[in-house]
């Protein structure tokens, strides 16, 4: 005798929740048998984080559920297999977080499992210190809306700075080729379109104060530098996060000196995919203009 239940699990108010570990059906072929079934609830994993082929730090708490239903490798840093780009480390500041990759017992740091609790002491690169640091520099003044356009002075000079007093509302510049900006913003920054970086070109954006990537942004290179950052989820209603989200892709370097908020999420693919990847690009380190580079000496007393 078979039984298939199909139409149990698929059907009114049951459609499309997944309760069925296997096969929806059981055969007997003796009086007094026992099939063993798997039933239950599929877990949907929350939003999540990963980062490749670069390393990591989080000055006060870092989290990133990793799922167990990953059908790859379960780590938080991938590693890149471009030339040039890295293992990645992890550091944080604090003793390692309590399940800072959730539960699934797969879970690990990457593949080379490099990990350190090492508080970070250096310089801050932020605002205030390329305010000073662009005093040395040409400067273009430039507000929320205006074109970007790059001379033949900029040209020869290696670099364009656009510094903003204000905020901005829609930030969607993406450079051409050979083209090497950095915007300096007195306020908060939204980027409301993909931006994307040709290969052997430069952008950066620095902002006072949060840098925010609208949902409906897909794609970010360069290296983005906020008091904080923040990756809000589509929200309709403001009833809470709709997880709907599409996956972010961000390549370079992105710094948030306060906080860094990772809010989306897509129930559906969750499972199989991070919400936001963040890649490490070794073309962008070795393209950024010389505003962007400082050199540092540390001395050490000798005793020989």
């Known amino acids: 005798y078979s039984f298939d239940y199909t139409d149990l699990i698929s059907s009114g108010r049951a459609a499309g929740i997944k309760t069925e570990c296997g096969p929806a059906a059981a055969t007997v072929t003796d009086h007094g048998q026992i099939v063993v079934k798997d039933t239950g609830f599929w877990r949907n994993y929350g939003g999540w984080w990963q980062a490749k082929g670069g390393s990591v730090y989080g000055d006060d708490d870092l989290r990133s559920v990793i799922p167990s239903s990953l059908p790859t490798e379960m780590s938080l840093i991938l590693p890149d297999p471009t030339v040039g780009n890295r293992r990645g480390l992890l550091s944080y500041g604090v003793p390692q977080p309590a399940n800072m990759l959730g539960s699934n017992p797969n879970a690990k740091v990457s593949t080379s499992l490099w990990e350190i609790e090492s508080k970070y002491s250096g310089q801050i690169y932020d605002w205030s210190f390329y305010d000073n640091r662009f005093n040395l520099f040409t400067t273009t003044a430039w507000s929320s809306g205006q074109p970007v356009n790059y001379t033949a002075t900029d040209t020869t000079n290696g670099y364009k700075i656009l510094k903003s007093a204000g905020s901005v509302t829609s930030f969607n510049y993406s450079p051409s080729a050979n083209q090497f900006v950095i915007f300096h913003i007195n306020g908060d920054v939204t980027v409301t379109n993909d931006i994307t970086v040709p290969q052997g070109s430069f952008l950066s954006i620095i902002a006072k104060g949060t840098l925010t990537f609208d949902p409906s942004v897909t794609r970010a290179d360069g290296w983005y530098v906020g008091a904080s950052l923040a990756f809000p989820c589509h929200d309709v209603g403001n009833n809470g996060c709709d997880e709907d989200d599409q996956q972010f892709q961000g390549k370079g370097s992105f710094i948030g000196w306060n906080s860094i908020s990772l ?40 005793i020989p």
Do not use: I, V
């Open 263 to 302: 809010e989306r999420s897509n129930q559906s693919l969750n499972n199989t995919q991070p919400s936001e990847l963040f890649t490490y690009s070794q073309d962008l380190f070795l393209n950024a203009p010389k505003p962007m580079k400082y050199y540092t000496k540390h001395y050490k007393p000798f």
